[in-house]
């Protein structure tokens, strides 16, 4: 055995032991604190799922009625906490739905705990390959986990969005690295959550225009043999999970930011604005190496999400702090910069302390926080794009 492979082992033996700690630590502090309570967003999806294993339609209202009298909700409210994931996620996790609900809870919450502590060491390290300074990563991990409000949130309700958001990062690496087998399997994870159909599909089409055919082809035969499992399965699934994401969006609260202004005019020339400059943007950092470029394109997709699409509560935020660290590395973590970056990370308190007061305040978070990353992005590649300019241009005439 190599020496690589050796160190390789060791890592994933570490990060395992980290996970089992992380999870016992969470069922000691917080879960057991709450006694046989289910009331986690991860029950739908565990009970759902395992539902769907003897066979029948996750996304039924009979299924949904059972989740809510065992949420403890005192009557039915059709579509609320419902299965509303993609099906094939039942076999992608198969492990944790295998699994008693609390055993498996508490496995998940400690996986997202050390996914969130992980992800900005692996950005700036691995991803961006930066000699990024230890204060500094401890100060960034503290603020992008700890402190911000909208992880800590994922984390002890049991969501989804930052595995999501971990293995869009991950298929990141892997294309870096030229692992095609690699990239399917984490873009494939990161479809767990709707909106991951999105980012994968967008990652994918960036790959068919660098035409780098093999994870695309391996993702749409993974894939597709997943999808083809679950039809076996259930049955044609696909208008049941439709009517189950629009029965979701009327009966709980969703926010379409730039609907936020409050005139629709105004809310219609900002949605085309954004388009114009996800689009000016991705076409301005185009000839980058894959790393610069994949880094940035990445943050404008994210930004250009949480403004564009239908967004439930603040949660789905945790996509800017991709664009956040992206900014800090961009300016070598100067003092201002980080300054700006630990305001941003420490903000949504600011809007749930206002909530009392101004009710819509979270509303407003969900428009803000992602139009102030976009203008502080556009500033700070104007800034990199100088640098690199002689670069691109190169590359271009080429």
Known sequence: MSKQHQQTLLVIAALVVMWLLFAWATDVIWISQHGDSVGYDFYPRWYGAREMLQGNNPYSLEINRVILADMGFPEFIPYKH?????????????????????????????LQLLMILALPALTFIVLLDWRIKPPLLALLIFFSSLVYRQTMISYVLGQFIVFCFGFI?????????????????????????????????????????????????????????LFLLSVIWIGWWIPDFLEAADGYRDCCDY?????????????????????????????????????????????????????????????????????????????????WTVVFAVIVLSSPWLYFGLE????????????????????????????????????ITSSQAA
């Open 82 to 110: 419902n299965f509303s994931y993609l099906a094939t996620i039942t076999f992608t996790l198969l492990p944790f739905w295998a699994l008693p609900f609390f055993t498996s809870l508490t496995l998940w919450s400690g």
């Open 169 to 225: 990062l991950i298929a990141y690496w892997q294309i870096l690295r030229g692992k095609p087998w690699l990239v399917a399997l984490a873009l494939i994870a990161a479809t767990t959550r709707p909106e991951g159909v999105i980012f994968a599909s967008a990652i994918l089409f960036d790959l068919l225009l660098q035409r780098r055919f093999r994870p695309i082809i391996i993702f749409a035969a993974l894939m597709g043999g």
């Open 255 to 335: 926010t379409e930011p730039t609907q936020v202004i409050g005139v629709d005019i105004l809310a219609r020339i900002l949605w085309v604005a954004v388009i114009g400059w996800a689009g000016w943007m991705f076409w301005q950092m185009r000839a980058l190496p894959d790393r610069e470029r994949i880094a940035w394109s990445l943050s404008v997709l994210f930004i250009a999400y949480l403004l564009i699409f239908t967004q439930s509560k603040g949660y789905t935020l945790i996509y800017a702090l991709f664009p956040i660290w992206v900014i800090v590395w961009a300016d070598k973590g100067r003092f």
């Open 356 to 391: 009392s007061t101004f009710e819509n305040s979270t509303q407003v978070e969900q428009l803000a926080t992602p139009l102030i990353l976009l203008v502080a992005l556009t500033i700070y590649w104007r800034r990199y794009s100088a640098h690199y300019e002689p670069e």
